[in-house]
């Protein structure tokens, strides 16, 4: 597993993917990529990220290419 970020000046979280299976790749567009071989990958602690009924999320999900 590999896994790569960048945060704003403030602390805030920017852009990021993490890669089940390989070297991650700091990706263009802002937001968290998932991706790699998810073979065995239990997702359900991954699930707080996504945004509530309230429209809010810790970190936005960009992609997810498992």
């Known amino acids: 597993m590999g896994a790569v970020w ?4 403030d602390g805030r979280f920017e852009r ?3 890669r089940f299976g390989g070297r991650a790749v700091l990706p263009g567009e802002p ?3 998932l991706a ?3 073979h065995g990958l239990d997702v359900s602690g ?3 990220l996504l945004p ?3 429209g809010g999320a810790s ?3 960009s992609a997810i290419s498992i």
């Open 36 to 38: 790699g071989n998810g």
């Open 16 to 18: 990021g993917e993490v």
């Open 31 to 33: 937001g968290l990529r």
């Open 59 to 61: 970190v936005p999900l």
């Open 46 to 48: 991954w699930m707080d």
């Open 52 to 54: 509530d009924h309230e």
């Open 6 to 9: 960048r945060s704003t000046s």
